[in-house]
């Protein structure tokens, strides 16, 4: 039997039966290959014979994702919205602006009591000055009087102890750094007028103070190697225990150099004058910066 005679006699209606032997060789491998084509090409055809009977009534109803509908927002809403952000920002505004004034206010509290020791120290230094410019005062005013008089050379034992004695310049430590860091920190507009205007009058009593007393100074400075050409007092230099110092009679002095000596105690006299008025206005002032700075904490 051909090859042909032998595919037509094979079952077509897909029912197994016995299928003879395939011979070896390329040629029985191709006749399987066939045969499994058309089995499966008979499958196919049932499988589409079949789904084709599904309506559409049996597939579930999926459900269809959209994407959502947001409402339009009305003026009302963003206009509260904004209400909200300004309030919130503004409110944050002026409490930051309210902690800033409370820890000023502390800081200013803070430097007022450094102020109130600073004034305590100072009183003390205002007293000592008062009790020496005191004590100064008739000296050099004796000093004037003897050269006026033309006495210098009648006891040169006093006349050197009492010129000696106004030879030494005494400047008070007066204290202002509280002061400066009171003012450089800005804490001056948290304090009254009144108290403001206080530490604003002390300030200058100190500034005149001491600007009154460099201008003494440097004509004193100036006029020193003229008085030490008229007078001498080296021996007074020699400082060995159980020394008298002795100082050299004056010369005949002419009335331009007595005028010259006169006038450079009259310095020494006025100066401590001054500085003695000085001083009590300071006193004055002061007592009345602790009063009002005790009264303000």
Same mark, same amino acid.
């Not at 003012?183 to 009254?192: E, H």
């Given at each position: 039997m051909s090859k042909e005679e032998k595919i037509e006699s094979s079952p077509r209606d897909g029912k197994t039966g016995s299928r003879p032997d395939l011979p070896a060789g390329p040629e029985g491998v191709n006749d399987e290959f066939q045969s499994v084509?058309?089995? &499966? !090409?008979?499958?196919?055809?049932?499988?589409? =014979? @079949?789904?084709?009977?599904?309506? &559409? !009534?049996?597939?579930?109803?999926?459900?269809? =994702? @959209?994407?959502p509908h947001v409402e339009k927002k009305r003026f009302k809403e963003y206009f509260l919205e904004f209400l909200m952000i300004f309030l919130a920002v503004t409110l944050g505004f002026f409490a930051e602006n309210i902690r800033e004034h409370f820890a000023e206010k502390k800081t200013t509290r803070e430097y007022l009591e450094s102020l109130e020791t600073e004034l305590i120290h100072n009183e003390t230094v205002f007293h000592a000055a008062d009790s020496l410019y005191e004590t100064r005062l008739p000296i050099e005013d004796s000093i004037v009087k003897i050269f006026k008089e033309k006495k210098e050379n009648t006891n040169l034992l006093v006349t050197a102890r009492l010129i000696m004695t106004s030879r030494i310049q005494y400047v008070p430590p007066i204290e202002i750094s509280a002061y400066n860091q009171l003012?450089?920190?800005?804490?001056?507009?948290?304090?009254?007028h009144d108290l403001r205007d206080s530490l604003s009058k002390y300030e200058s009593l100190i500034e005149g103070f001491k600007s009154y007393n460099t201008i003494v100074n440097n004509y004193m400075l100036m006029a020193f190697p003229g008085i030490t050409g008229i007078e001498d007092l080296s021996d007074y230099i020699n400082q060995e225990e159980g020394h008298t110092p002795v100082m050299s009679p004056y010369p005949e002095l002419t009335e331009n150099e007595r005028r010259e000596i006169t006038n450079y105690y009259t310095y020494h006299f006025v100066r401590t004058q001054g500085n003695m008025r000085n001083i009590e206005g300071l006193m004055n002032v002061q007592m009345t910066l602790l009063k009002m700075i005790q009264k303000y904490m």
């Open positions: 084509n058309r089995e &499966t !090409s008979i499958v196919n055809e049932e499988a589409i =014979h @079949h789904t084709s009977d599904i309506t &559409t !009534s049996d597939i579930p109803n999926m459900e269809v =994702h @959209h994407h003012i450089n920190s800005g804490g001056l507009k948290y304090l009254g």
